[in-house]
Structures are given as structure tokens and as C-alpha cells.
């Protein structure tokens, strides 16, 4: 989700450097293109931001999704918000306690695409009859859901600009909305950002507005090669205590029948120990 309009210097790098054009255009939502890096194979931007890149996506998508699902003692029910790549639906359906995934994405030509220029990446998910997607507005689900969930996953579009109409993605309200629809103790995860050495200020906003309507809080950070940072990722709940016990052997006894082929249990566990000065950066 690293920009090329922002980091001209790092579009311009060896890894970046565009082999082949796959596709682009656009879609009633956003500009895509769909391209081979001489490093990263094939990449995704929306708008001008890297979304995902062939070499690594499993390293973005394991720590988004599995933090939170293994968090949980027994998740059966699950919202993805975004997640139009059906990488992140491919990993919720890894756990063999979920019953029912909802994706919820509002660009269903965007969808369409990823199922016809990267189909590995979600095929198994689209093919799985435990996920139904719905092609909508997530505000508009929301108002109009009855279902309760175990767990939310947030893959969505980086924001930049807090005045934008797509910061309503990590808005308190949509937050608050979400809440009624919450099972007890459910958790919600979302990408959250890089987690740089000055201030990571979208980090600290998206923790904020999550802080307002979930008593729980906590970052994380993975590094994703392709997006050259340690990336943040936060979950929220309003009991997150299961972190602060042993959490390497909770996880890897929950993930015993998983697949963490680009993490591993123990690595998802560590992430959530920060370095000092990325904790100060983001008030925790």
C-alpha cells in the first residue's frame, strides 16, 4: 500500500521497475493496474498504491487475518470488509471452526479482475461455499445486517488524507456501527499502516478511533519486503487479555492444523512486541 505518487525514489528501484504491463483502466471506484515487477512478480496498484505484490502477499495476508482468528477461542463467524484479491477470505477459511465468511467490497468489477489475472491468489476462498460476497457499500451492510460475527477483518485501502471521503474506512462510526453486530469478546483487525521511526500518523489515528468504541487496543508490525516497512497491522476488542499471557503457545496450539507457510505461529506472536521508540511514536 505504499504509494508510487509519494515515493517516486522507490518506484523508480530495480525491485519496482515494471517487467510487463498486465492490465490497467478503471473501474466505477478507482484506477487499477495490474503489472510484473522484475522482483516481486505480479503487482497490484489502486490509484497510484502498491496493494499487494506476488512475492509476499502471504506474508501481508497471514498477519492481517491469523493474529485475530487465533486470538479468538473459536471463531465461527467472520465480516471481511475489502478483501477484493480473496487473499484474506483464502485465510480465514484456513481455520476449520469457521462456519460462514461474508465479504462485503463495493468494486465488483475490481473482483472480477483479481479472479481473472491472479486466480490463485483466491481461488480456493471464491470456490468455498461457506463465503458469500456481496457487492456493496460497507456502510450500507451494515445498516441493513442482521448476522453477528466472531470476528471483522478490515482489508482495505490505505488513507493519507484524513479529509477524504475513504477515511470514513477507519471513521469511529464505522466502528460504532460495527459494534451491535459483534458476537461478546469479538475482534476486529485491520491494516494499519507503516510503522516508520518518526510518526507513524495513520497508525495512531486508526488506534484512536478504534480506542473510542473497543476498551481493547493493540498493535502489531510484520515486515512486508515489497513495502519496504514494518508494516502495522492493529486488533481491537474489549478483551484482548489472551496477548498478554503466553502467546506463542496459545497460537501455535490454535494454528496446529494451519498452513502458516510465509509466517509461522511464533512470528505472529512476536509481532506484537514493538521496538521502544515505534511504541512512542504511536502513544502506547
Known amino acids: 500500500m505504499l504509494s508510487y505518487k509519494q515515493n517516486a525514489n522507490i518506484a523508480d528501484s530495480v525491485e519496482r521497475r515494471i ?8 473501474t466505477p471506484f478507482q ?7 522484475q522482483v516481486h512478480g505480479v503487482c497490484i496498484s489502486l490509484d497510484g498504491d502498491i496493494q499487494s505484490c506476488e512475492s509476499d502477499e502471504h506474508i501481508y495476508h497471514e498477519a492481517l487475518v491469523h493474529p485475530a482468528m487465533l486470538a ?3 471463531p465461527q463467524t467472520v465480516l471481511i470488509m475489502g478483501g477484493g484479491e480473496g487473499a484474506t477470505a483464502r485465510e480465514v477459511l484456513a481455520h476449520k471452526s469457521v462456519k460462514k465468511v461474508v465479504m462485503v467490497d463495493i ?6 479482475l483479481c479472479k481473472t489475472y491472479i486466480p490463485s491468489w483466491g481461488e480456493a476462498a471464491f470456490n468455498d461455499e461457506r463465503l458469500e460476497v456481496l457487492y456493496m457499500d460497507i456502510n450500507e451492510y451494515l445498516r441493513s445486517c442482521n448476522e453477528k460475527f466472531d470476528v471483522v477483518i478490515g482489508d482495505l485501502i490505505d488513507v493519507d488524507d484524513w479529509d477524504s471521503p475513504a477515511a470514513f474506512l477507519y471513521g ?5 456501527s460495527l459494534k451491535p453486530l459483534l458476537n461478546h469478546n469479538a ?4 491494516q494499519g499502516g507503516a510503522l516508520d521511526t518518526q510518526t507513524s500518523t495513520n497508525h495512531k489515528h486508526i488506534r484512536e478511533m478504534m480506542g473510542h468504541v473497543f476498551k481493547d487496543v493493540r498493535s502489531y508490525g510484520m515486515i512486508v519486503p515489497s513495502f519496504y516497512h514494518l508494516w502495522g497491522y492493529i486488533i481491537a476488542s474489549d478483551d484482548l487479555s489472551v496477548i498478554d499471557t503466553d502467546l506463542q503457545k496459545t497460537f501455535q496450539e490454535r494454528a496446529k492444523d494451519l498452513e502458516l507457510q510465509a509466517t509461522g505461529a511464533k512470528s505472529l506472536a512476536h509481532a506484537f512486541t514493538l521496538p521502544h521508540q515505534i511504541k512512542r511514536n504511536i502513544g502506547i
Open 19 to 26: 517487467k510487463k504491463i498486465i492490465t490497467k483502466g478503471k
Open 31 to 37: 484506477e487499477y493496474l495490474f503489472f510484473e515487477s
Open 72 to 74: 479468538h477461542p473459536d
Open 107 to 112: 468494486d465488483e468489477a475490481f473482483v472480477k
Open 172 to 176: 469511529e462510526n464505522l466502528y460504532k
Open 187 to 190: 475482534i476486529i483487525a485491520t
